[in-house]
């Protein structure tokens, strides 16, 4: 008697934490630079943000955006990420005391760079 079969195993590779945690940042800088709401605060998100595996392709993070006049707010998100692709979605807290010490440091006169041409 001859059987026939087929093993499967799951083999994704481990996602780099740290190649997700660098997108997820040049992601939200980018949005923060360009989005019409926000562009104007002068928000600088920093590179320490962590992120942990809660469930899958889930991630919860934590990153530091300072404001114009450099106020440190912790700034959370959720990261879904696959390896290829990557999503996150702000958590609603942090985005709104985010806009509101933005608001608090807004400086219509003084223009701050935070990019390598300066």
Same mark, same amino acid.
């Given at each position: 008697?001859?059987?026939? %079969?087929?093993? @499967?195993?799951?083999?994704?590779?481990? !996602? /780099?934490?740290?190649?997700?945690?660098?997108?997820?940042?040049? =992601? !939200?800088?980018? +949005?923060? *630079? =360009?989005?019409?709401?926000?562009?104007?605060?002068?928000?600088?998100?920093? /590179? /320490?943000?962590?992120?942990?595996?809660?469930?899958?392709?889930?991630?919860?993070?934590?990153?530091?955006?300072?404001?114009?006049?450099?106020?440190?707010?912790?700034? %959370? !998100?959720?990261?879904?990420? *696959? %390896?290829?692709?990557?999503?996150?979605?702000?958590?609603?807290?942090?985005?709104?005391?985010?806009? +509101?010490?933005?608001?608090? /440091?807004? *400086?219509?006169?003084?223009?701050?760079? @935070? %990019?390598? +041409?300066?």
């Amino acid at each position: 008697m001859v059987v026939f %079969g087929h093993w @499967w195993v799951d083999q994704t590779p481990p !996602l /780099d934490v740290n190649a997700l945690g660098k997108q997820v940042t040049n =992601t !939200l800088q980018n +949005q923060f *630079d =360009t989005a019409e709401a926000l562009k104007n605060y002068g928000l600088h998100v920093g /590179d /320490d943000i962590t992120l942990i595996n809660v469930n899958g392709n889930e991630y919860q993070g934590l990153v530091t955006v300072r404001t114009r006049k450099s106020t440190a707010v912790p700034f %959370g !998100l959720t990261v879904y990420a *696959d %390896g290829t692709h990557m999503i996150y979605q702000p958590d609603p807290k942090s985005s709104a005391k985010l806009v +509101q010490a933005a608001e608090k /440091d807004k *400086d219509p006169m003084k223009q701050t760079c @935070w %990019g390598p +041409q300066c």
